[in-house]
């Protein structure tokens, strides 16, 4: 990519990077947006997750969880503290929806690179034995979340996105994760994975936003 600026040309112009410099007096005094924009399932005409209402393993059914509704870290909170609601039925809930090693894959399984099921419910299992004997650790203990592919984290490999292993080797208590993944696991969040990332998502992609920016100044 370095080497060869055609395929950089090429590969700025496939991705529409450039398209952005047309559209700038509609884009430059528009207020940024930080909230999630989440279009209910059935509004948008599809159908409710698998699981979802159905009984689910080590507690109540899940039909508490609405499709219609966006789950924050504070109503998982809710939910766990009032025992409505365990970890591990949430991990249940969604495992199947995100593995790519089921037959079919679950419909949302593009999204993640590697889901190592066994850490993922031995995780839960743990967040809900807390609960059952209140010692939570926190607001984020039980809560559900995930890591990109360019954080090193334990039973995973790191590949930024390619064919290739760039998991690092500095190990710090005999494990390999890096700070933000050791902190979060701390407090008890479960990371049910890794997510895919796009081949050009580490450095290259800084280098187009440094691009990018020269272009609209």
Same mark, same amino acid.
């Given at each position: 990519?370095?080497?060869?600026?055609?395929?950089?040309?090429?590969?700025?112009?496939?991705?529409?990077?450039?398209?952005?410099?047309?559209?700038?007096?509609?884009?430059?005094?528009?207020?940024?947006?930080?909230?999630?924009?989440?279009?209910?399932?059935?509004?948008?005409?599809?159908?409710?997750?698998?699981?979802?209402?159905?009984?689910?393993?080590?507690?109540?059914?899940?039909?508490?969880?609405?499709?219609?509704?966006?789950?924050?870290?504070?109503?998982?909170?809710?939910?766990?503290?009032?025992?409505?609601?365990?970890?591990?039925?949430?991990?249940?809930?969604?495992?199947?929806?995100?593995?790519?090693?089921?037959?079919?894959? =679950?419909?949302? /399984?593009?999204?993640? *690179?590697?889901?190592?099921?066994? &850490?993922?419910?031995?995780?839960?299992?743990? @967040?809900? #034995?807390?609960?059952?004997?209140?010692?939570?650790?926190?607001?984020?203990?039980?809560?559900?979340?995930?890591?990109?592919?360019?954080?090193?984290?334990?039973?995973?490999?790191?590949?930024?996105?390619?064919?290739?292993?760039?998991?690092?080797?500095?190990?710090?208590?005999?494990?390999?994760?890096?700070?933000?993944?050791?902190?979060?696991?701390?407090?008890?969040?479960?990371?049910? =994975?890794?997510? /895919?990332?796009?081949? *050009?998502?580490?450095?290259?992609? &800084?280098?187009?936003?440094?691009?990018?920016? @020269?272009? #609209?100044?």
């Amino acid at each position: 990519m370095e080497w060869f600026g055609f395929i950089r040309r090429q590969s700025w112009k496939n991705a529409g990077f450039g398209s952005l410099v047309n559209i700038r007096e509609h884009i430059e005094h528009t207020e940024p947006r930080f909230d999630p924009t989440v279009f209910p399932l059935e509004a948008a005409g599809g159908s409710k997750p698998n699981n979802l209402g159905d009984e689910a393993e080590d507690g109540p059914p899940l039909a508490v969880l609405s499709p219609q509704k966006k789950y924050s870290v504070a109503h998982y909170r809710s939910l766990f503290l009032s025992g409505e609601l365990t970890p591990l039925n949430v991990v249940h809930a969604i495992l199947p929806l995100i593995r790519r090693d089921t037959s079919p894959p =679950g419909q949302h /399984s593009v999204a993640w *690179f590697d889901v190592q099921v066994d &850490l993922v419910i031995k995780a839960a299992e743990a @967040s809900t #034995l807390r609960y059952k004997e209140k010692r939570s650790l926190g607001p984020l203990d039980g809560v559900p979340t995930a890591v990109k592919d360019d954080f090193d984290m334990e039973g995973y490999i790191t590949s930024l996105g390619s064919m290739n292993d760039y998991t690092g080797q500095e190990l710090i208590d005999g494990k390999i994760d890096t700070w933000t993944v050791r902190k979060i696991e701390e407090q008890g969040a479960i990371i049910l =994975g890794k997510l /895919s990332m796009h081949e *050009f998502g580490m450095g290259e992609l &800084l280098k187009s936003l440094s691009f990018l920016q @020269s272009l #609209l100044r």
